[in-house]
T-cell receptor
Framework: GENVEQHPSTLSVQEGDSAVIKCTYS??????FPWYKQELGKGPQLIID?????GEKKDQRIAVTLNKTAKHFSLHITETQPEDSAVYFC?????????????FGKGTKLTVNP | GAVVSQHPSRVICKSGTSVKIECRSL??????MFWYRQFPKQSLMLMAT?????????EQGVEKDKFLINHASLTLSTLTVTSAHPEDSSFYIC??????????????FGPGTRLTVL
């Protein structure tokens, strides 16, 4: 089955710097790659996603890149702010005839220092 | 985005009792709902997938007789933890995927339910 590795497990940056979180996946059939932000005591919130027919997607300060050949995808946050501090999870899923399930990475705790 | 609610947000119960958690999609029809469990500082672990009107599909190692899932309508799924024990204490999160306003394959998560079993 699918296996998603996520690095780093913790990341500390200064406000205004960029943050990059990387994930690799094992199943070449996976075609959907979302990123979630989870604040303490809350459910995950979808912040951006990318599908396998696209190499890059951007939404304001957040961007995701996908390298299908290498089977890895990355989250880029520019101009980080203290409110970006949270745990970020990457995930991957493959077509399964309506039963698509997400396989999550172990998460990255991002701390943005003022 | 699509909104998913959960109730209750927190519950404390005695060992041996049963607890029901509700998950609702508020502004879209959820053809599929997922239930996850998350232990402190860990990732989300999928427990089961439920499609409206059919039996849930449980992941390996999840006891279906202990975690009863009902997806009776396109906007409501329930998870009942039966005969709860302290080791069932966890953060339970549902997600929903459906048609209409949401794109196929996207899952939208509820706020989670913190279960504490004494």
């Amino acid at each position: 089955g699918e296996n998603v590795e996520q690095h780093p497990s913790t990341l500390s940056v200064q406000e205004g710097d960029s943050a990059v979180i990387k994930c690799t996946y094992s199943d070449s059939a996976s075609n959907y790659f979302p990123w979630y932000k989870q604040e303490l005591g809350k459910g995950p919130q979808l912040i951006i996603d990318i599908r396998s027919n696209v190499g890059e997607k951007k939404d304001q300060r957040i961007a995701v890149t996908l390298n299908k050949t290498a089977k890895h995808f990355s989250l880029h946050i520019t101009e980080t702010q203290p409110e970006d501090s949270a745990v970020y999870f990457c995930a991957a899923s493959r077509p399964q005839g309506g039963s698509e399930k997400l396989v999550f990475g172990k998460g990255t705790k991002l701390t943005v220092n003022p | 985005g699509a909104v998913v609610s959960q109730h209750p947000s927190r519950v404390i119960c005695k060992s041996g009792t049963s607890v029901k958690i509700e998950c609702r999609s508020l502004d879209f029809q959820a053809t599929t709902m997922f239930w996850y469990r998350q232990f402190p500082k860990q990732s989300l672990m999928l427990m089961a997938t439920s499609n409206e009107g059919s039996k849930a599909t449980y992941e390996q190692g999840v006891e279906k007789d202990k975690f009863l899932i009902n997806h009776a309508s396109l906007t409501l799924s329930t998870l009942t933890v039966t005969s709860a024990h302290p080791e069932d204490s966890s953060f339970y999160i549902c997600s929903a995927r459906g048609l209409g306003r949401v794109s196929y394959n996207e899952q939208f998560f509820g706020p989670g339910t913190r279960l504490t079993v004494l």
